[in-house]
């Protein structure tokens, strides 16, 4: 099944300022997430943020707050966002495609991506937009996700999915912003 813009809308789970610099890879997971979200603003994609536990993890990381400021962000204390109930008030219900990025792979990202898959969604996993502390951990998050029906995807992927076809502004527009 390939991602439609009009159909999608995009998670980004827990990328949040005490958790970001423990993960592998972080700064390069934030810049990723922060491309996503700027990308999903281009082409009309919703965009929800989780953070959980705020007051003890901090809030979403500055950047990509910046980068997303038409976001919804909710607050969770279940490791799923979908478990936790905050998400029904979002796009994220509405669409029947959720485009999950975030932290940790094998936690929050991994239990919300799961949960929403049973729910009926097509879920897809940005393999290059998740961390974990620890590599292991992100790899095997990525694998049990897959062998759940979920589909892992790159970031490009989810770019040249949404715009559907070359040859437009907009494919210009966004080849020359965001893909090189």
């Known amino acids: 099944m390939l991602m439609s813009a009009q159909d999608c809308s995009v998670l980004i789970v827990d990328v949040q300022s005490r958790l970001a610099p423990a993960i592998h890879e972080g700064a390069q997971i934030v810049a990723h997430?922060?491309?996503?979200?700027?990308?999903?603003?281009?082409?009309?994609?919703?965009?929800?943020i989780t953070e959980h536990c705020a007051e003890k993890i901090?809030?979403?990381?500055?950047?990509?707050?910046a980068a997303a400021a038409a976001a919804q962000v909710v607050g969770k204390e279940a490791f799923s966002a979908h478990a936790d109930g905050c998400l029904a008030t979002t796009a994220v219900d509405r669409r029947r495609q959720v485009v999950v990025c975030g932290t940790e792979a094998h936690v929050c990202v991994l239990q919300?991506?799961?949960?929403?898959?049973?729910?009926?969604?097509?879920?897809?996993?940005?393999?290059d937009a998740v961390g974990s502390r620890s590599p292991a951990n992100r790899d095997l998050a990525l694998a049990r996700m897959r062998q759940h029906g979920i589909e892992i995807v790159s970031r490009e992927m989810v770019a040249f999915e949404w715009l559907q076809r070359g040859g437009t502004a907009?494919?210009?527009?966004?080849?020359?912003?965001?893909?090189?």
Not at 170 to 180: D, L, V
């Open 33 to 48: 997430c922060v491309w996503l979200a700027r990308l999903a603003e281009r082409v009309g994609v919703p965009v929800v």
């Open 58 to 65: 901090g809030p979403t990381v500055d950047t990509l707050r």
């Open 170 to 180: 907009q494919f210009s527009a966004i080849n020359r912003e965001f893909i090189r």
């Open 112 to 127: 919300t991506a799961l949960d929403l898959r049973w729910a009926g969604k097509e879920v897809f996993v940005v393999a």
